[in-house]
């Protein structure tokens, strides 16, 4: 007996992500934006904007076009984690203020990465979900603290995390009371250098039967090439997915960020359309 209970537990070190624990998946309900949104089993959440924050007019073209479009949540780096430190790390505080612009305009929540737990005061308030950065993803003081919070948490893969990592850091925010984590998929370190990442498809049919937890998949860093981040979406909704988080500029050629692997308004529009017939057949299987 003793026996079968270590087994038990070497087997599930996640307790509280675990699927058979729980017997049913977690709905995420967001209801700041002028509609209540739900994330989870059954929903396709497409979560669209920038890398960057970099200009209002840009933001709020962007923003408007999204709306429009049919996305469901605004995203846009404030406090950007670049490999370079000359780069263009975002434009934090002053950026905030047109995310608040956009969400007022467009109705639509926020997303932005919090890397820095100082930055709480001015996110948390303000933002609607708060993304933990593959970079960030075991800053387990950064995640006790954001266990403090019932704010939804938006936790990406580490660059080079297993699943059981992954789970594990979900566990850290879990465990300190607050239920409200979504998992992205963003593509993993492999020996193959070709795309930015080497996106794992299979962990998000697994995580879907792992765990209870919302699973959305980033096709933009986990290619870097613009080019692949449809056929990835499609695969990402087909394989069970619960939604996107996507890079969108209005003019990836001059984008301060990550404009390889962002979409235009036009393509944006194509890959909706693809990701939204598939995604009603999956629910119909
Ligand atoms: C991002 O989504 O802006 C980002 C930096 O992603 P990741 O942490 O997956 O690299
Ligand atoms: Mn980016």
Known sequence: MLYNIAVDDAMKPFKLASWDKKGSYTHIKIDSGAEPLLIGEGYCT?????????????????????????????????????????????LGRQGLEIMLEARRITGLPLVTEIMDIRDLELLGDNIDILQVGSRNMQNYSLLEELG?????????????????????????????????????????????????????????ALLKDLSHLPVLVDPSHATGKWKMVTPVARAAIAAGADGLMVEVHPDPDRALSDGKQSLTPENFLKMYEQVSQISRLVKNL
Do not use: M
């Not at 669209?48 to 846009?76: D, K, N, T």
């Open 46 to 90: 497409i979560i669209a904007g920038p890398c960057a924050v970099e200009s209002e007019e840009g933001y709020l073209q962007i923003a408007r076009f999204l709306r429009e479009a049919g996305a469901h949540a605004l995203r846009g780096g404030l406090f950007k984690p670049r490999t370079s430190p000359y780069s263009f790390k975002g």
């Open 148 to 204: 403090k919070l019932h704010k939804p948490i938006l936790l990406k893969r580490g660059l080079s995390a297993t699943i059981e990592e992954w789970l594990l850091a979900a566990e850290y925010v879990l465990d300190g009371g607050n239920p409200n984590v979504i998992l992205c998929e963003r593509g993993i370190r492999t020996f193959e250098s070709y795309l930015r990442n080497t996106v794992d498809i299979g962990a998000v």
